[in-house]
């Protein structure tokens, strides 16, 4: 196992290395941070909605300087922050499927969304000290039909950069992996790329690191492939953590998660980075 950030080639392509789902559960909020003081983690993005958030953002805080922390914004599955009558009238965010049916038929509530998104950037600021650096979406909601409008207006107020996660379908199929999911997420992020670049809204180049999280996928050989043909400023997303029941309880990924943390803790991380001729970057760097 390597104690110690990779080494990077002297002017490597730069990419962005974002764990997702940080607060989530202090297991997964426990093994980013290790990460990130370690180097090797360039950016995180922070579910705030969750009880956990105070106390895990609190820890997070002196990590700042070292990594990229944004919003992972919170639509689905969830308690809000807030009383949401028309999107969550029982008190629970509505499923993904749910709630992009309803963004693709004009059905969400634009004041309920805005507010919401609202809480959740305020609740960010108030433990972190600043805003978010950039502004995402758990399960890429902040790319649907009404969100990404608010998404681009608060990331304009804010300074934040976005998260496009956009990609060549050429590249996908290429890659071989995931690859009805990839180009999902991809065509679903298209009119928020057209629409945040065109109102200024800085961002990455292209996104990579949609896997299936099936039982038999290896995250030592699904990696390499997230490399193959590097972008400068690309990001590759992830979701590293240690698994607890805090997180049991409330997403059904968990052993893949472990297993993302330990190859990033290895040796062939290091070599993999070297042989892609790639070096991490915060957002900002890569840019």
């Known amino acids: 196992m390597s104690a110690q950030a990779p080494s990077a080639p002297a002017g490597g392509i730069p990419i962005i290395l974002c764990a997702d789902d940080y607060g989530i559960a202090p297991g997964v909020s426990r093994a980013i941070r290790d990460l990130i003081a370690r180097r090797i983690l360039t950016a995180t993005g922070c579910m705030t909605a969750g009880s956990w958030w105070p106390e895990e953002g609190a820890a997070l805080r002196p990590l700042a300087s070292l990594a990229d922390c944004g919003l992972h914004i919170t639509l689905t599955d969830q308690p809000p922050l807030g009383a949401m009558p028309r999107t969550a009238p029982a008190g629970l965010l509505p499923s993904l499927g749910r709630l992009t049916a309803a963004a693709y038929t004009g059905r969400l509530d634009r004041g309920e969304i805005a507010a919401e998104i609202d809480r959740q950037i305020a609740r960010f600021s108030a433990v972190m000290g600043a805003p978010p650096a950039f502004l995402d979406g758990h399960q890429h909601v902040h790319q649907l039909p009404v ?33 009805a999911r990839a180009a999902a997420i991809s065509l679903m992020g298209m009119g928020l790329r057209r629409h945040g670049q065109a109102a200024g809204v800085a961002g990455n180049s292209v996104f990579r690191g949609v896997r299936d999280f099936s039982p038999g996928e290896s995250y030592p050989l699904l990696f390499p492939r997230y490399l193959e043909r590097p972008v400068p400023g690309m990001m590759i997303a992830c979701h590293p953590g240690l698994v607890d029941d805090a997180l049991r309880a409330v997403d059904p990924v968990t052993v893949p998660r472990e297993g993302e943390y330990r190859y990033f803790m290895d040796d062939a991380f290091a070599r993999d980075l070297a042989a892609a001729g790639v070096r991490l970057v915060r957002g900002s760097e890569g840019r």
């Open 147 to 179: 969100v990404r409008d608010l998404v681009i207006a608060r990331a304009r107020q804010t300074g934040a950069s976005l998260r496009y996660a956009t990609e060549p379908l050429s590249a996908i199929l290429r890659r071989g992996v995931a690859v």
